[in-house]
Nanobody, 129 residues
Framework: QVHLVESGGGSVQAGGSLRLSCVAS??????????MAWFRQTPGKDREGVAH????????YYADSVKGRVTVSKDSPKNTVYLQMDRLKPEDTGVYYC????????????????????WGQGTQVTVSS
């Protein structure tokens, strides 16, 4: 089992920044053995992939809607993955989830929810105009 806990959400004005954190733990979690992703559930839309980072940290993918504004990174000694979000927009409002999977499936499947067996509980991000 892998346990994921997100934090760092909050309310900001448009143009502001937030850094989300996801701490991983559990008997089967290995620091460099899991590929991690951030998803978000925005009002009126299906949950969508925001960013992905490979187990070793060398490969990252981003949704087109956040490219240039969002950076995903990991701190392996802390078992933590971060999502730095800058120049936030009201349409970024939603619940942000951290997810993990053991397999690296490449660019075509990085944002497929069903391929991630482990999920956190989510953290709310609200961006006001």
């Amino acid at each position: 089992q892998v346990h994921l806990v997100e934090s760092g959400g909050g309310s900001v004005q448009a143009g502001g920044s937030l850094r989300l954190s996801c701490v991983a733990s559990g008997p089967t979690y290995r620091v460099n053995g899991f590929n991690m992703a951030w998803f978000r559930q925005t009002p009126g839309k299906d949950r969508e992939g925001v960013a992905h980072i490979s187990s070793g940290g060398g490969v990252t993918y981003y949704a087109d809607s956040v490219k240039g504004r969002v950076t995903v990174s990991k701190d392996s000694p802390k078992n933590t993955v971060y999502l730095q979000m800058d120049r936030l927009k009201p349409e970024d409002t939603g619940v942000y989830y951290c997810a993990a999977r053991a397999n690296f499936l490449g660019y075509d499947r990085w944002s497929l929810e069903t391929t991630y067996p482990y999920w956190g509980q989510g953290t709310q991000v609200t961006v006001s105009s």
